[in-house]
């Protein structure tokens, strides 16, 4: 494997790991996962924690976001409007670290 590819990984895991680290002892939150075009949506399980995954361009994460919690305002995430955008960075690969700081702060500030 090339040293740069070697290098980025462990840069990742090194971002991953302070996070975690970060975060540690934390009380844990429910967080929903929606990706666009996601069927079978439900209220159930009142996330605090609202994450739109976006893997198209001109994709708008945030209207999406906004549309969900009116459409299930018991969600507690609805009701503080706790939610983050992500991209690729959501799946395993190189912007995974991205993903994790960003889900780290909506998760726990």
């Known amino acids: 494997m090339p040293r740069e590819a070697v290098d980025l990984v ?8 302070a996070t975690t680290a970060k975060v540690a002892g934390k009380d844990p939150k429910s967080v929903l996962i929606v990706l666009p075009g996601m069927s079978m949506m439900n209220s159930n399980g009142l996330p605090d924690v609202l994450v739109v995954g976006v893997y198209q ?9 906004e549309e969900l919690f009116a459409k299930f305002p018991a969600w507690e995430a609805s009701r503080t409007r706790t939610g983050v955008t992500v991209s690729d ?4 690969g190189p912007l995974n670290a ?8 909506a998760i726990h500030g």
């Open 98 to 105: 991205v993903a994790v700081e960003k889900l780290a702060a």
């Open 89 to 92: 960075s959501l799946y395993l």
């Open 10 to 17: 462990d840069a990742a895991r090194e971002r991953v790991a």
């Open 57 to 65: 361009a001109g994709e708008d994460g945030r209207a999406m976001a």
